[in-house]
C-alpha cells in the first residue's frame, strides 16, 4: 500500500533562519496527489498546499513545496521562519481516481520557531 | 470554505458506557473520515466511508463502528468505551471529483475523555 515518511518528531528553528521539512512517499500509482496540511495549537488540521503535477512549484502562504516524482519527494519549505509558523506538519498523499478512497499520512512534524 | 461540524465538542464519558460522536458536512463530498489524534502518533484512520450506506474499516478500527445514513451525516460509535479510547477526534470530508483531489476538511474536534 501507500506510504509517507516526513521528518518526524519536533523541528526547531531561531526565527529567519530557512524551513525544510522532508515528505517522501511510496505507491503503485504514477500520478498521485501530494497535500502538506498544517495544524495549530488547539486547531484541526487545514490544507496547507498541495500538487500533483511533475517538477512543478506550489506556493502558498509563504512555503512552497515541489513535487519531484523522479525522487517520490514533496518536501516543505520556507525561506525565513517566523513564529507564527510553529504548528504540527502533515505530510499525505491521495490515490488518483481508481485508486484507494482513504488518504495516507506521515506521523506529523512538530515545528517550534523561537525568537 | 468547506464545512464540517462535530458534535459534542468536549465529552466525559464512563468506562463501559457508549459514546456517539456525530459529524455533518455541507458541501456534498463523498468521502468521509473519522480520525483520531494521540501525541506521538498523529492521525490514525478509524473508519472512512465514499457514500451514503457505505462504512469501511480503517487502519484501527478495532472497538468502533461507524454509521453513514446520508451523505451528509457520518457518526462514530464506541458500544462500550475504555480509558484508551480517550483522544482527540477529527472528521473530515473529501471529494476527488472537481479537481479537489481529494482534499481534507476538517472539523473542530471532538476531546473525548473516558473515565
Known amino acids: 500500500g501507500d506510504s509517507v515518511t516526513q521528518t518526524e518528531g519536533l523541528v526547531t528553528l531561531t526565527e529567519g533562519l530557512p524551513v525544510m521539512l522532508n515528505c517522501t512517499y511510496q505507491?503503485?500509482?504514477?500520478?498521485?496527489?501530494l497535500f502538506w496540511y498544517v495544524q495549530h495549537l488547539n486547531e484541526s488540521p487545514r490544507l496547507l498546499l498541495k500538487?500533483?503535477?511533475?517538477?512543478k512549484r506550489t506556493e502558498h502562504q509563504g512555503f512552497h513545496a515541489t513535487l519531484h516524482k523522479s525522487s517520490s519527494s514533496f518536501h516543505l519549505q520556507k525561506s525565513s521562519a517566523q513564529l507564527s509558523d510553529s504548528a504540527l506538519y502533515y505530510c499525505?498523499?491521495?490515490?488518483?481516481?481508481?485508486?484507494?478512497?482513504?488518504?495516507?499520512f506521515g506521523k506529523g512534524t512538530s515545528l517550534v520557531v523561537h525568537p | 470554505e468547506a464545512a464540517v461540524t462535530q458534535s459534542p465538542r468536549n465529552k466525559v464519558a464512563v468506562t463501559g458506557g457508549k459514546v456517539t460522536l456525530s459529524c455533518n458536512q455541507t458541501?456534498?463530498?463523498?468521502?468521509m473520515y473519522w480520525y483520531r489524534q494521540d501525541t506521538g502518533h498523529g492521525l490514525r484512520l478509524i473508519h472512512y466511508?465514499?457514500?451514503?450506506?457505505?462504512?469501511e474499516k480503517g487502519d484501527i478500527p478495532d472497538g468502533y463502528k461507524a454509521s453513514r445514513p446520508s451523505q451528509e451525516n457520518f457518526s462514530l460509535i464506541l458500544e462500550l468505551a475504555t480509558p484508551s479510547q480517550t483522544s482527540v477526534y477529527f472528521c473530515?470530508?473529501?471529494?476527488?471529483?472537481?479537481?479537489?483531489?481529494?482534499?481534507?476538511?476538517f472539523g473542530a474536534g471532538t476531546r473525548l475523555s473516558v473515565l
Open positions: 473530515a470530508s473529501g471529494d476527488r471529483l472537481g479537481g479537489s483531489q481529494n482534499t481534507l476538511y
Open positions: 500538487s500533483f503535477t511533475d517538477n
Open positions: 505507491t503503485i500509482y504514477s500520478n498521485p496527489f
Open positions: 458541501n456534498n463530498h463523498n468521502n
Open positions: 466511508s465514499y457514500g451514503a450506506g457505505s462504512t
Open positions: 499525505a498523499l491521495s490515490d488518483p481516481p481508481g485508486g484507494n478512497y482513504k488518504p495516507t
